[in-house]
């Protein structure tokens, strides 16, 4: 089955930084897009930036020139570099894997929690 596990969460003071990574197992085929999202307390699920096999990245208006998305198909890892980071980018962020063939075939990591805090 496939799994899905995010590290490298943890506190930082705003203007800090911190890179994410999603690591995805137990698939034999590859995955179409993957993407970050974001849930803060007493907020709906957002997503936050989104990369294709291919490279092509997408990015929320909130984080676009902060946030940059990456991923290394070899290892089958995703990564999210964030920098100059504010008090509203803490949420629970979770990596979400779409391997193109419909709903059946999206997956979901557990989250990792960033705070932002002075």
């Known amino acids: 089955q496939v799994q899905l596990v995010e590290s490298g969460g943890g506190l930082v003071q705003p203007g800090g930084s911190l890179r994410l990574s999603c690591a995805a197992s137990?698939?034999?085929?590859?995955?179409?897009?993957m993407g970050w999202y974001r849930q803060a307390p007493g907020k709906r699920r957002e997503l936050v930036s989104t990369?294709?096999?291919?490279?092509?990245?997408n990015y929320a208006d909130s984080v676009k020139g902060r946030f940059t998305i990456s991923r290394d198909n070899g290892k089958n890892t995703m990564y999210l570099q964030m920098n100059n980071l504010k008090l509203e980018d803490t949420a629970v962020y979770y990596c979400?894997?779409?391997?193109?063939?419909?709903?059946?075939?999206?997956?979901w990591g557990q989250g990792t929690q960033v705070t932002v805090s002075s």
């Open positions: 137990g698939s034999r085929i590859s995955i179409n897009i």
């Open positions: 990369i294709t096999s291919g490279g092509t990245t």
């Open positions: 979400n894997a779409d391997y193109g063939r419909g709903r059946e075939f999206v997956y």
